[in-house]
């Protein structure tokens, strides 16, 4: 059965740097690709980040240079770093496991940036 918890959100200031966490169970980060999605209110969901089974990763053009994604195996965690925080990363975050076209998704954890 897989489950993933998110954690790590919360109100920040513009410029200022959060990290978010997924513990994940019954994921093997070998076999899935995990990724980081957020959606704002009225906004359609966007992929921000994404690591695959073989250690590549991609960002979307908003965040690069500022968010990075990383797992760590022997906690099965998924980490979001985020750093220089602007208003418009405001949203809810999700954490994704990805196994073709099948997706499992946390419950999310918001993140506030005040303006």
């Known amino acids: 059965q897989v489950q993933l918890v998110e954690s790590g959100g919360g109100l920040v200031q513009p410029g200022g740097s959060l990290r978010l966490s997924c513990a994940a169970s019954?994921?093997?980060?070998?076999?899935?690709?995990m990724g980081w999605y957020r959606q704002a209110p009225g906004k359609r969901r966007e992929l921000v980040a994404a690591i695959s089974s073989l250690g590549s990763t991609n960002y979307v053009d908003s965040v690069k240079g500022r968010f990075t994604i990383s797992t760590d195996v022997a906690k099965n965690t998924v980490y979001l770093q985020m750093n220089s925080l602007k208003s418009e990363d405001t949203a809810v975050y999700y954490c994704d496991a990805q196994f073709g076209i099948k997706h499992y998704w946390g419950q999310g954890t918001e993140v506030t940036v005040s303006s």
């Open positions: 019954g994921i093997s980060f070998n076999i899935y690709t």
